[in-house]
């Protein structure tokens, strides 16, 4: 099947600082990627849809400003995490669609420290 | 609104065990409804779907059936094993490929 990469695996930064986060299509491109948020023991909350050539959708409550979506490429993604807090802290999973209908691929995941 | 709600975990079983994890979902129409699989250090995976109501899902001895009289789509299995032991997630695809998820549920199968 296809393959979602993302890049780090884990991070850990100081509180005020910005984190990039890295989604790439390994064999396959995607006009769309999808980014999510996975608190403790809870289920992944969709938090913007990344589009290839326009503007990232974002969802109801999620801060724009503060999660800076880039779709560079056809295989890239990118969620900049800016002036990050504590709060903030969370693993963080992209996911690509590809091949037939309904079917999606998922990055391991991220896991963000925020000290 | 769209919303997916699954039983919570841990759910533990000995091996061979019977499994059923419950889902309902709250939708407008009839959505495509989805079994996602986490194991431990890994991505989710497709577990098995259903696009239309009385689809039966099917995939490594896991199934479900798309209820919509009762909005469910419950995942089970026959027997289990201590290697599907994971976190299952139920969820539910809006439009424009977006999927709703439901809370998840662990699965811890001992020997």
């Known amino acids: 099947g296809a393959v979602v990469s993302q890049h780090p695996s884990w991070v850990i930064c100081k509180s005020g600082t910005s984190v990039k986060i890295e989604c790439r299509s390994l064999?396959?491109?995607?006009?769309?990627m999808f980014w999510y948020r996975q608190f403790p023991k809870q289920s992944l909350m969709l938090m913007a849809t990344s589009n290839e050539g326009s503007k990232a959708t974002y969802e109801q409550g999620v801060e724009k400003d503060k999660f800076l979506i880039n779709h560079a490429s056809l295989t890239l993604s990118t969620l900049t995490v800016t002036s990050a807090h504590p709060e903030d802290s969370s693993f963080y999973i992209c996911?690509?669609?590809?091949?037939?209908?309904?079917?999606?691929?998922f990055g391991p995941g991220t896991r963000l420290t925020v000290l | 609104g769209n919303s997916v709600t699954q039983m919570e975990g841990p759910v533990t079983l000995s091996e061979e065990a019977f499994l059923t994890i419950n889902c309902t979902y709250t939708?407008?129409?009839?959505?495509?409804l989805f079994w996602y699989v986490q194991y431990p250090g890994e991505g989710l995976q497709l577990l098995l779907k259903?696009?239309?109501?009385?689809d039966k899902g099917s995939n490594k001895g896991f199934e479900a059936t798309y209820r919509k009289e009762t909005t469910s789509f419950h995942l089970e299995k026959g027997s289990v094993q201590v290697s599907d032991s994971a976190v299952y997630f139920c969820a539910l695809k809006r439009a424009g490929n977006m999927l709703t998820f439901g809370g998840g549920t662990r699965l811890m199968v001992k020997p």
């Open positions: 259903a696009t239309k109501a009385d």
């Open positions: 939708a407008t129409g009839y959505p495509s």
């Open positions: 064999d396959f491109q995607a006009t769309t």
């Open positions: 996911s690509a669609p590809s091949g037939p209908p309904d079917t999606q691929y």
